[in-house]
């Protein structure tokens, strides 16, 4: 499996980005997608989460309310839209994806994933 972040960039607090991540190489209707981000120094950590038939999602705390995921597979794509964004969203943003066995799971652990894009660099000036 190919994954491609795309969708990042600069922008002020308060705006909105729509990340997409395009998948190639495999049933893509048969994988979990997750987002994730990560800061240089910290660890990478869980942002958005939704099961390979898109019914249920799952968010981090931090997103929660502000940022929408969600699919469409016969596009083979997912998309993070974020809204209301803070300079503590800045980070580089990475798409990550999992066999979906259950439909129904969300990880949000990244070793859970085995398959990764290459990230989209997300920056909120105040």
């Known amino acids: 499996v190919q994954l491609q972040a795309s969708g990042g960039g600069l922008v002020q607090a308060g705006d909105s980005l729509r990340l997409s991540c395009a998948a190639s190489?495999?049933?893509?209707?048969?994988?979990?997608v997750g987002w994730f981000r990560q800061v240089p120094g910290k660890d990478r950590e869980f942002v958005a989460g939704?099961?390979?038939?898109?019914?249920?999602?799952r968010y981090a705390d931090s997103g929660r309310g502000r940022f929408t995921i969600s699919r469409d597979n016969a596009k083979n794509t997912v998309y993070l839209q974020m809204n209301s964004l803070k300079p503590e969203d800045t980070a580089i943003y990475y798409c990550?994806?999992?066999?979906?066995?259950?439909?129904?799971?969300?990880?949000?652990?990244?070793?859970?994933?085995?398959?990764w894009g290459q990230g989209t660099l997300v920056t909120v000036s105040s």
């Open positions: 939704i099961v390979r038939s898109g019914v249920s999602t």
């Open positions: 990550a994806a999992m066999q979906d066995y259950y439909n129904y799971r969300i990880y949000d652990t990244d070793s859970s994933y085995h398959y």
């Open positions: 190489g495999r049933t893509f209707s048969t994988l979990a």
